[in-house]
């Protein structure tokens, strides 16, 4: 993976730069030590790394503004990171950055049930947002698998969903506003938990920007009540195609369940072998739930029923107990775990019209068979979200080189469809080089314009999102730093 040559002006002056962000933090909030700052040299996609200049991990947002101002004055690179559960590299540094960790921002800061909003620091986890709220029946909507880990920072950099997303949305349907630093170290509020925000409604900028125009460090979340009840039902299909099929004609009924997943069988045997969860032979098998009151969950699912009958399934099992309904969702809520059993692999976050699922099921499963590797789906199949996992051996040369390939392939194959490369995971480094896929030059020229207008001296999050090629004047400080945007795109100043 190409990166940009380190700035050999930042890199003589470490020692000044580290004794200025020392001057302002305290002394436990900086680390300089190689030996240390090598656990910040990448995120979930371990297979790019790189050691930063330094790693600060401020605990209140004057401090976090206070160190931007400083990065800026001396034209040092930095990389937001929240918990370091990227799987794209959204927070893999580069040799001349510093590392800004929200990992110490966790607190609540208020919860306000009548107005069904909490307000929260941004290092803090999705599911402890939850932890703090449901003891009064309450939940925070946006569910990502990793949600015992990553941060409500990353959620919002990534515009991270969830098997939930179906119904409740991802997490730009969730957020009511934001504490913002911008990278000169000016703090702003965006939205708010009312509907009357005064301003601009930039939150929609904001959320899924990926660290490109600002840090995020305390967040307004809608939480909601907890419904009545749940129930899932497990569908076991013969076929890929079936399994997608039978999704198109939920979706297309007008049915709207909480989750619709969907499990492969190679997915399906890892699973099994790891966590026992007692799933059905066959080749794939979707999980739906439905909640609400008993009458409406009967409703629901006699509808799902009626139609996945029309698709000869191999298993239809609805959970009876909440022990069931645990184990059904007890081997999809490990899928990730049990394939890193099988080895290493590549997840992607490719997003499709879900009619198209049958055909991109059979297009990813011709591309495995192309470039001889195992490609394993499990996904969001109710907002076509997929998370084709490509199998491989880093110690065997070339095959990490021939999954990165064969990934870049299934991404257009999603593009074609109709769909995007990044349904939640965001773009990175990993998709990158991809972006010409999606977007025209014009269209990448609006949005780097964007960061622009956010950051002058693109010093935020560098060498994420836009090809290198492509912002190249712009990371040297071409025209554009601190230049006025093209009124033709966003008016006068």
Not at 64 to 88: K, M
Not at 311 to 340: Q, T, Y
Not at 412 to 420: E, F, P, S, T
Request: some cysteine; overall charge negative.
């Amino acid at each position: 993976m190409d990166m940009p040559v380190p700035a050999a002006r930042v890199l003589a002056r470490k020692q000044e730069i580290v004794a200025r962000l020392r001057a302002v933090l305290p002394s436990d909030s900086v680390i300089d030590d190689p030996a240390e700052t090598r656990a910040y040299e990448c995120d979930a996609l371990s297979a790019w790394r790189c050691a930063p200049l330094a790693v600060v991990l401020p605990r209140t947002t004057a401090e976090v503004a206070a160190v931007l101002r400083i990065c800026t004055e001396e034209g040092v690179p930095v990389v937001p990171r929240g918990a370091g559960t990227s799987l794209a590299g959204g927070a893999m540094p580069t040799a001349d950055s510093v590392v800004l960790g929200l990992a110490r921002m966790t607190r609540v800061l208020e919860v306000d049930f009548e107005n069904r909003f909490i307000r929260v620091e941004a290092g803090r986890t999705n599911l402890s947002v939850t932890a703090a709220i449901e003891g009064e029946g309450w939940f925070y909507a946006p569910d990502p698998s990793s949600q015992l880990a990553c941060a409500i920072a990353g959620n919002i950099a990534m515009n991270s969903g969830g098997a939930h997303c179906l119904k409740y949305g991802v997490t730009t349907n969730n957020l009511l506003g934001v504490t913002f630093v911008t990278g000169a170290g000016e703090v702003v509020e965006l939205g708010g938990p009312f509907c009357d925000a005064p301003g601009l409604d930039l939150l929609g900028v904001v959320c899924g920007s990926e660290g490109q125009l600002g840090v995020v460090t305390e967040a307004v979340l809608r939480i909601l009540p907890k419904p009545e009840g749940a129930r899932p039902v497990l569908i076991g299909f013969a076929a890929n195609e079936i399994a997608g099929a039978c999704v198109a004609d939920i979706i297309r009924a007008g049915i709207l369940p909480v989750a619709i997943e969907f499990m492969d069988r190679p997915c399906i045997e890892a699973t099994e072998a790891f966590c026992a969860a007692g799933y059905p032979d066959c080749e794939a098998l979707l999980i739906v739930e439905c909640e609400g009151s008993p009458g409406e969950i009967a409703e629901q699912l006699g509808l799902i029923r009626e139609i996945a009958l029309r698709h000869d399934p191999v298993e239809f099992r609805e959970a009876r107990d909440a022990e069931e309904a645990r184990r059904i969702w007890l081997g999809r809520k490990s899928a990730f775990g049990a394939m890193g059993q099988k080895g290493d692999y590549i997840c992607l976050d490719g997003t499709i019209p879900v009619s198209a699922l049958p055909e991109v099921l059979r297009g990813i499963a011709a591309l495995g068979r192309d470039f001889g590797l195992e490609v394993a789906n499990v996904f969001h199949a109710g907002d076509g979200n997929m998370h084709p996992l490509i199998l491989y051996d880093a110690n065997t040369p070339g095959q990490q080189e021939r999954a990165e390939a064969l990934g870049a392939e299934i991404l257009k194959l999603c593009v074609a469809a109709g769909g995007c490369l990044t349904g939640e995971h965001g773009v990175g480094i990993e998709k990158r080089d991809l972006m010409g896929v999606q977007f025209t030059a014009a269209d990448l020229e609006a949005q780097m314009r964007v960061k622009d207008v956010f950051d002058p001296p693109w010093l935020l999050n560098p060498a994420k999102v836009f090809p290198l090629a492509a912002s190249a004047g712009r990371r040297a400080g071409g025209a554009s730093r601190g230049a006025a945007p093209d009124p033709e795109v966003f008016g006068p100043r």
